[in-house]
């Protein structure tokens, strides 16, 4: 197995245009190890094909250091390797299918471009293994344009398996396909990337995608790396209110407001909306004498209760029944809070508890306050 | 079929028939005089079909319409193939590289096509005797190039621009160089526009007539148009069957060409590169 490890340090990049500079990328730092399915994720436009074809050798960086392994790739003084040279293969947002070429012609391509291309017999059989892994051999002699979408998805990815390259990128390789094939497809991807080892680098603006297929996410927002860890880090602890509202769906409720103390309990006063925070939360937050704070809390850790002590009360706007539970909207003036829960709700107001444990606070620039 | 469909197809019959009689028309007129004994048969009624214009024209030496012919041929193959070459290559450079000035270039390119060619005929004869090149085929080609590398650039550049910046990245990271991505996978796209192209330079050519009766002298490098308006009769007349019969001849070639041309002329061939 060929993984490769990537460094990347302090990597900027900006474009000159006739409407002046734009810094698209600035100062990523990041480690991807060896054999890692790793997942870029954040907005549209946040920057993340444009790191992607820095990785690639398509566009050369403004600053920082680039590394595969021990070896530097691309700098922002000189150093600068091809995309061939540093051995990697890319599958396009748009597929880039070679539309007059054969689907056996697409992905022998890469095979024909080495230095010692290999005999006929050796390619027509590399063609057919990537082919047959992705299930699509019976289309070798097709055309790009009698393929359906998924099918010309899978020869972009054939196309990119074939060599056996060191590290493999894809940007949103699912994003045109439909909703039962993109998960079909997240599946397939997720195994094949198993079974090939090549450290892989994912870009997607699907928090679904990088939740199921990543090992490790990156989460980016206007050029700058907000958080990088496991999913069920992110998930548990987003570090700001981006990453807290990118990630997870339905969206994290979000209530700011200021703190009061009422005999010995403290209270978020959200415009109308006044909530008791649990004790263990109020006693760790006490000492911090913070004034405005966001208290953020996903839909399923709003527990509806029918007894003992709730934490605030909400009336009930909306009901979705999405089949093994029920969502409930409750409009406020900061936004709609929404409650996830097995049961069906019954009258029109809400009472709910929360659990110190499951609680996300954030102070007034938007940073994750520790507890 | 109701009544407006009834309506709409006779205008469209009706229009595509006045089309063509509008084009065909005076080439059936043209062999019709051509084969034909002589000129004036409409008005004496007196006539006589034969192909001895074609023969004559074939045959006979003192008209040199084989030499007009072949200067004809080998100057707008020679343009032809120089000016795709370049501008293909140029239209490369300006759909896909960045460089300072890559929107003014073909602007500049266009402009530079304005001049009316009668405004530097003279200049280019002085420069040309200067240079020694009246009468020979350098003296068409040079000229021929920079006429008509302006319209070449443009057609070649709108086929260029549709074809996916994209299919160049993944080209480069599949490791072809730069000029394997050009003949692999730009060229075969581009096919429809290089051709095209290369048609239109070479009928435009090959129908030239102010630089060509200004820049030559004699049947060694007169092309066909010049060739054909300076027939003379042997007594000083216009002699038409001749005439008729050498422009029937000369429209061969370029019959020929766009018929073999016309099936790369296809659109639809970027189908299936992107998704959608
Ligand atoms: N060549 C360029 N010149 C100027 N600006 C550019 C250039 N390429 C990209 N940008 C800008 O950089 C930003 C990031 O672009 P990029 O393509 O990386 O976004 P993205 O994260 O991939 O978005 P998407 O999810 O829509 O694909 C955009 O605002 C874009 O306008
Ligand atoms: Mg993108």
Redesign the interface.
């Known amino acids: 197995m060929n993984a490769t490890k990537i460094t990347i340090k302090s990597l900027a990049k900006s474009f000159v245009t006739f409407r002046g500079k734009v810094d698209v990328l600035k100062s990523i730092d990041l480690e991807i190890e060896p054999g890692e399915f790793f997942v870029l994720l954040g907005p549209s436009g946040c920057g993340k094909s444009t790191l992607l ?1 820095l990785l ?1 050798g ?1 566009e050369k960086p403004s600053g920082g250091e680039l590394y595969f392994d021990q070896e530097l790739v691309a700098d922002s003084v000189g150093k600068f390797s ?3 040279e540093r051995d ?3 599958v ?9 070429m054969t689907v056996e012609g697409n992905i022998a ?2 095979l024909t ?2 230095p010692q291309v290999p005999s006929p017999k050796v390619m027509q059989a590399k063609v057919k293994e990537a082919a047959t892994l992705l299930q699509i051999d019976h289309l070798l002699d097709r ?5 359906s ?1 998924g099918q ?1 998805q899978r020869v972009a990815i054939g ?1 990119a398996i074939v060599r056996n390259p060191k590290v493999c990128l894809m940007d949103e390789p699912l994003s ?1 396909l439909d909703a039962k094939l993109r998960n079909e497809m997240r599946a397939h991807l997720k195994d094949l990337q198993k079974k090939l080892g090549v450290t892989t680098i994912y870009v997607t603006h699907d928090q679904l995608e990088a939740m199921t297929l990543g090992h490790r996410i990156a989460i980016m927002n206007n050029g700058v790396l907000q958080q990088v860890g496991t999913p069920v880090e992110i998930y548990r602890a987003p570090i700001n209110q981006f990453v807290a509202r990118f990630i997870g769906s339905p969206t994290m409720n979000m209530l700011t407001g200021d703190l009061n103390e009422e005999n010995g309990s403290l209270y978020l006063q959200a415009d109308t909306l006044k909530i008791k925070l649990p004790t263990e939360t109020a006693c760790k937050l006490k000492p911090k004498n913070l004034k405005k704070i966001t208290l953020g809390v996903r839909p399923e850790r709003l527990y509806v209760i029918t007894e003992g002590e709730q934490n605030l009360a909400l009336p009930v706007n909306v009901i979705e029944n999405v089949g093994p539970e029920f969502l409930i909207y409750s409009f406020h003036k900061q936004g709609q809070i929404v409650v996830r829960t097995p049961d069906e709700p019954v009258g029109d107001s809400l009472c709910l508890a929360l659990d110190a444990g499951h609680l996300h606070l954030f102070d007034d620039q938007g940073a994750r306050i520790n507890l | 079929m109701t009544r407006e469909e009834i309506i709409r197809s006779c205008l469209i019959f009706a229009t595509g028939l006045f089309l063509l009689a509008f084009t065909l028309g005076p080439f059936i007129w043209m062999i019709w005089i051509s084969l034909a004994d002589r000129a004036d048969f409409l008005v004496t009624g007196q006539v006589e079909y034969s192909l001895s214009n074609y023969r004559q024209v074939l045959t006979a030496h003192s008209l040199h319409f084989l030499d007009y012919l072949s200067n004809s041929l080998w100057i707008s193959t020679i343009t032809a193939i120089i000016v795709t070459l370049f501008s293909s290559m140029a239209a490369y450079a300006v759909s896909r590289m960045r460089f300072p000035g890559r929107s003014v270039v073909p602007l500049l390119i266009l402009a530079m096509s304005m001049f009316p060619q009668i405004s530097i005929v003279g200049y280019l004869f002085e420069m040309f005797s200067k240079a020694g090149l009246i009468n020979s085929h350098m003296a068409l080609i040079l000229p021929y190039i920079a006429w008509t590398i302006p319209i070449a650039l443009w057609i070649n550049m709108s086929y260029f621009t549709q074809i ?1 910046l ?2 160049d ?8 160089s730069r000029m ?1 991505v050009l003949y ?2 730009i060229f ?2 581009a096919l429809p526009g290089i051709f095209s192209s290369a048609l239109l330079v070479f009928i435009a050519c090959f129908n030239e007539f102010l630089f060509a009766i200004m820049l030559t002298i004699d049947y060694t490098a007169q092309t066909l148009p010049v060739g054909i308006a300076l027939f003379q009769g042997l007594h000083g007349e216009i002699p038409w069957g001749n005439l008729m019969a050498a422009s029937a001849i000369a429209s061969v070639p370029l019959v020929i060409l766009t018929l073999i041309f016309q099936r790369y002329i296809v659109a639809g ?8």
Do not use: T
């Open positions: 074809n690639a398509l091809g995309p061939f990697i293969s890319m396009f947002q748009s597929y880039a299918l070679y539309p007059h391509f890469p471009n080495l055309k790009p344009a009698e393929l979408g010309r196309r045109n | 996916p994209d299919l990245k993944a080209a480069l990271v599949d490791g072809a394997k692999k996978i075969p796209l061939l970027m189908g299936g590169a992107v998704k959608g």
